[in-house]
């Protein structure tokens, strides 16, 4: 069982930047695609970004490209979400997810529902105001 702790978010103005933490003891996070989801009251979770084991592969919802960058510290065991020019829109509740290792590191960023994710973190707020 991989425990996810996140920390960051929390309450920012439109144009602002803020970055989030998702970490684990658990040193088979070296193996894992991990992966973004964020969710508002009423609505599904849905994915935001993944990165692969290693790092060079990288796969982002098509709302977030070229604001949030996702980026993973394997020395750490630590993913981050580094989320920029942030919009009122970008308000959600963020959720860190690890997914067990799959044949292909690009396969595996590519798989973009929650189902495909198999351990989560407790989610973290973060607010946009206009």
């Known amino acids: 069982q991989m425990q996810l702790v996140q920390s960051g978010g929390g309450l920012v103005q439109a144009g602002g930047a803020l970055r989030l933490s998702c970490a684990t003891s658990?040193?088979?996070?070296?193996?894992?695609?991990m992966g973004w989801f964020r969710q508002t009251p009423g609505n599904q979770r849905e994915f935001v970004a993944a990165?692969?084991?290693?790092?060079?592969?990288?796969n982002y919802v098509d709302s977030v490209k070229g604001r949030f960058t996702i980026s993973r510290d394997n020395g750490r065991l630590t993913v981050y979400l580094q989320m920029n020019n942030l919009k009122p829109e970008d308000t959600a509740v963020y959720y860190c997810?690890?997914?067990?290792?799959?044949?292909?590191?690009?396969?595996?960023?590519?798989?973009?529902?929650?189902?495909?994710?198999?351990?989560w973190g407790r989610g973290t707020q973060v607010t946009v105001s206009s």
């Open positions: 990165i692969g084991w290693s790092g060079d592969r990288t």
């Open positions: 658990e040193r088979t996070f070296t193996t894992y695609t």
């Open positions: 997810a690890a997914q067990r290792p799959s044949f292909d590191s690009d396969f595996g960023v590519h798989q973009t529902t929650i189902y495909d994710y198999d351990y």
